[in-house]
């Protein structure tokens, strides 16, 4: 599956951000198969673990002041939703979040 983004000038700072950290931090230009949100702790270009990008996530959502209930949206599903759009979410997540409150209740 392939989605078109419109990059925004905040998306470029920090794709050149991270670019620049990646450069520093290994001492050549990432390449097409490197990451660019990187394990800055590992010696060579590793993605973040799923529950250290989670975490890292979680984070930074909350640093930024996202909503509450996009928060908690994410936190359920993995999937982050905003007042415009819930890309990605199925019926297949709303099972996922009916699941856990039955769990929950039992």
């Not at 856990?100 to 209740?105: A, D, E, L, Y």
């Amino acid at each position: 599956m392939v989605r078109k983004l419109k990059i925004t000038p905040e998306m470029e700072k920090i794709l050149r951000d991270q670019r620049k950290k990646f450069i520093k931090k290994f001492g050549r230009e990432p390449g097409p198969d490197d990451p660019v949100f990187f394990d800055p702790k590992a010696s060579t270009p590793l993605s973040f673990a799923p529950k250290q990008l989670a975490d890292e996530t979680l984070k930074a959502m909350l640093a930024a002041g996202t909503p509450p209930q996009f928060v908690y949206a994410y936190q359920e599903t993995g999937f982050l939703v905003n007042e415009t759009g819930n890309y990605g979410i199925t019926v297949t997540v709303h099972l996922i979040i009916h699941r856990r409150r039955v769990r929950w209740f039992n």
